[in-house]
């Protein structure tokens, strides 16, 4: 793949890149309607050959996206195309059953590289924890300093903060949506929920009970999900912008190779792992507004709340994963220097539960 | 009470205002006190005199808003009033533990009448669905007619998101925080962890692993969770709006006693229930949006971030309670028109699923 | 008046709450009442003792705001009660017209304290600028020192930026609304535009081309203006909460009497100022997000959109006078310490053309 | 140039998204940098040939921005080749110069599509205004009946809307920013004033009065500017959308070529401009809260906060465009039915000031 220009590439990586760029949506389109197919076809609705024919469609991105603007709907000029080799393609199903259960096929893919990070996290984490339980440093409230605390129990604080969102977002449940042109699987007759309970399975989906085209729980809530993990990670790269302070100075990040160098001062050493992922969060806290405003949608599909989602989506789940991997790039070469955590100590006090507290947050990793 | 002036009324029931306002975050802030006095007191850490003399005290709200303009933070005052009573209030705590203590508590509190109302939207959507289980009606995509559905589909629909949103609320955990000046606990010695285990079950809040004063996770979930409750009130709000149209007219909210009427068209008859529905779930979205930004929160204590969310919390949890107590009104009194829903009808088509979804949506009540 | 409770009077001072409290929003409904009333007198379209009975009409707050439930707004109960006095009020007009006018009007005298408190910002920055014009200091880019600046240049760029978000809000327009049912006036016959003129002069308000019941650019541009004020204000707070950092303590707020004290750590000196400005920043972004987000009404008047606007501009013009109330406060006290600047300095250069940056920025005051 | 994908095509324009591509975005650092070597030359602080030599460098994006990962910045690894053929690029200025300036000329060359879109929106609505000045229709406030106006009126309230803020959109100034290291122009000795000037001069930008790196409304301002003007067409696509649906029937959006059919019922004739519409409205408010919230940043550069703009910026042109075509696009093919107006008309009454507020409206034009 040839370069994906100025901005991108700086606050999202690669592999969580491609898995929510238009190819992967496109994929995921065809990847439903072949399971549409098939699940059709194991239920005798459709024949067999049929579905083999759809699932072996491969169409390219083309013009696709100029070919929808008559519609609003990538699916309209895809299913065109599919019908040009099957009339069963797409059979009783309805744009936003593709679309919305593309959607959830995207986000599960895009989650593996996203909590493949959000672990990366964890696990530096982690071992900050273990390597620094006894560095003593200041405990900072409103950002003066309170009483003393360890660096490792702050990066417990951490630890809890990025492991508890990641695990929300593991256990999400991404369902396949699947009701035809209103939500009643009209043209399906009497196998309609069947169908639908096994297109989810073979889309590794869950099966909703009744189609959401006009609850979109699953769109809010991963939304949501991914906010709060992208302000958990948020959280950490305040923090280590804070630390990196000049006049604080208690941690760094890597600087091999010019990093986190400038253009006009090209020995400075800014913590640029955390500050990409600040950027990075904010994205996503947009995007999850927007995935908030469109649960009201109008009756039976939303004209202009559904459509404003699908690059919604893409933005927080590329955001996410581009807060934690610049956040793992930054705690990857995170220099802690626990000498000057101590020197900058100007308060006195014991560490109380630290220790406990510590312990406690290592068994969430 | 007197008045609540001119606008809260209008979108928040007393019950639910009454759970959120200063009066209420006060007196949760004195059970916070208590409960801590009493966990130390059992622990041997306080006298127990000194824990009975602190649950004693109960000093009205007088000027401790405009006492905390030096402190930026209305327990600092609060300590000093208790302090004349006991020298041992407050003993190991931190400001933040107590408000966010307090805001876990007032939270709590208010779900109850914020459940209820949730409840009763369910509730009504139900029998809406069973009634209206075949009364026949349009389907309707990006607002022009698509296939038929019944209304007890569309009620299934909105059953299903209400019922979700509310289960998701009634199982976030509301953890209790007490971490002392810098999340060790210092002050306690060895006891601490027991001490805010106790004091945790002492107030009916879940313990939390370790203190969460810069894991704002408590906050933001419950935050998204009341977004996204607005959110699935807001859906049926709009569909009631837009069935109540003068060129619809196949719902009508209850007109007993003028209401709906306006100021200048005493014969209209508008669906005020639903649209304060709308108005409220704005706010909501509005304050969950303050709640995600202020996760990422300086060091061991936000200098902002986390005094922003006091009234964004209340706000959210008002507004929430009032959006599902709007729906619930409007449903209440809601007048279906079946006959009408069949004339408008111009698409033809059968019902495919729809029972089949009625019933699987039925279990969610 | 009594305490306005816990939360309120930490982050809004009490010349910016009363003009929009709820009484403040009544009295405006009064007086748009009274000054419609006048204006149809003059054009002869009701008599004039009519005029002069309406305006000495002053009720209560009462229990209006409960009255308002059945409508969805408060001007319903309340033309009910004027009416029981003269039947010619709120002759030609509808709801919308005296909540708009009355929300311009609410602003208006909102606006008196709310520029009062940025002005005292801007004063007190130039007071900055002019004594510590030649405090040398360490400019920092990404919060690492980049090249020295002066402190009177940082608190040039305050300046600027505060003084030209001020200047923008009192440059606004605020425009009266009257445009009766549907926007016709078609209860004023011909005098109508004259009358809707007229009105708009005896309250002090812009004369609108043609009511803006649909086109909510009034609303929206101050909510607009409102956030970028406060974001000026907020940038301000910020710095300021950075330079008191204990590491860096180059500025310090005000600590007579125990401001800035703590309740766990009474020794402390926190930033309080600048970090309530912080918070009543952030309400004000999410309270214009509302007002944004209302631009897209249906109609004639939105159900729904519109009625979200009434708490989120009093929320917005609350907190923006608090927040640069609060920065007012945290600058008047404002410690500076050229000496520590000069130590913490730890990179070297010459100040360019800083003294010329510093004198257009004067200007401005 | 090749498909741009799947969903941008569908909101945005070619036109405006060539304006704020990664290509444009080059383009506008390259003009920039050369700009700028342009007025330093001129000023005599570097060779003529220098500037000459500079202008003449224009790298392809390649991989820009993935070598702009170690600094967060694509202006490093930009000036690092600009420097392979000029050791005089990039004399006297940092990062921020480079990439502020640029953003305001993207905007400025982005504007000129989105102003033309605008502006065709606002001749459209005139035309509707002229043509239907006298078709009678209901007047609808909360989406019931109220009072006869015209279509003519409407158009005309729809047409203020999107002049103003067409208008002050095209009034926001854009200046450039030139500040150097730390925001003094240091390296450039006494002329950097001037050549701060002169460069602002040959970009066509706005001359500040003092760099702008902490104070960032031009930003903020452009960013509430676009959401009020986004804004401002959605409620035009909202009218359009309820004026559209089957029961009302009013208006349709033009059908030639299939447009507006669904891949479930072909014969369907969605408002597929004014959805898109409202969808691109969306984004432009989540990209516009960015802005604002970008507003707060530390010190002379924000960590974070100020590489959040880069992307929400192109969001908020890119969408704003893409809402005013979408717009004029439903507006250019939009099917009025004046008879059914009259049909569905079911309250009575005169139409008031109805032509002067029509005759007001079309001055704006």
């Known amino acids: 793949m040839t370069?994906?220009?100025?901005?991108?590439?700086?606050?999202?990586?690669?592999?969580?890149?491609?898995?929510?760029?238009?190819?992967?949506?496109?994929?995921?389109?065809?990847?439903?309607?072949?399971?549409?197919?098939?699940?059709?076809?194991a239920a005798g609705v459709i024949p067999r050959d049929a579905a083999e024919a759809i699932a072996a469609i491969r169409p390219g991105l083309g013009d696709l996206g100029i070919a929808a603007r008559d519609s609003g709907s990538p699916v309209v000029p895809l299913v065109r195309r599919?019908?040009?080799?099957?009339?069963?393609?797409?059979?009783?199903?309805?744009?936003q059953d593709i679309l919305d259960s593309a959607a959830m096929l995207v986000a599960k893919r895009a989650l593996v590289p996203i909590l493949a990070e959000l672990d990366a996290v964890v696990a530096r984490c982690a071992a900050l924890v273990r390597e620094h339980r006894d560095s003593v440093m200041a405990g900072r409230t409103l950002l003066q300093q309170a009483e003393p605390i360890t660096f490792g129990l702050k990066a417990a604080g951490w630890l809890a903060g990025v492991a508890g969102a990641r695990d929300r977002l593991r256990e999400l449940p991404l369902p396949a949506q699947l009701g035809g042109a209103a939500g009643t699987l009209a043209k399906l007759g009497e196998h309609g929920p069947a169908i639908a309970d096994d297109f989810a399975a073979l889309l590794g989906l869950a099966a909703p009970r009744l189609p959401w085209h006009g609850d979109r729980r699953p769109v809010a809530e991963l939304g949501a999900a991914l906010a709060i993990a992208a302000g958990a990670v948020e959280k950490v790269a305040l923090d280590i912008v804070l630390l990196a302070q000049t006049e604080v100075g208690e941690v760094a990040e890597a600087s091999e190779g010019g990093r986190g160098g400038s253009s006009a001062m090209p020995h400075k050493r800014n913590p640029v792992g955390a500050i990409r992922a600040r950027a990075a969060a904010r994205s996503v806290r947009a995007a999850a507004g927007v995935l908030l405003e469109a649960m009201a949608g109008e009756h039976e599909?939303?004209?202009?709340?559904?459509?404003?989602?699908?690059?919604?989506?893409?933005?927080?789940?590329?955001?996410?994963?581009?807060?934690?991997?610049?956040?793992?790039?930054?705690?990857?070469?995170?220099?802690?220097?626990?000498?000057?955590m101590r020197a900058n100590l100007a308060v006195e006090g014991d560490l109380g539960a630290a220790q406990t507290f510590i312990d406690r947050a290592l068994e969430l990793e």
Chains 1, 2, 3, 4 share one sequence.
């Open 3 to 41: 370069s994906r220009g100025l901005f991108t590439p700086i606050f999202v990586p690669d592999a969580v890149q491609d898995a929510v760029a238009d190819e992967a949506w496109l994929r995921a389109m065809l990847d439903v309607e072949a399971a549409l197919a098939a699940a059709e076809a």
């Open 82 to 95: 599919l019908r040009e080799f099957s009339e069963w393609a797409h059979h009783g199903a309805t744009s």
């Open 301 to 340: 599909r939303a004209a202009g709340a559904w459509h404003s989602e699908w690059r919604a989506l893409s933005d927080a789940l590329a955001n996410t994963g581009g807060a934690a991997w610049s956040l793992h790039e930054a705690l990857d070469g995170l220099a802690v220097d626990p000498d000057r």
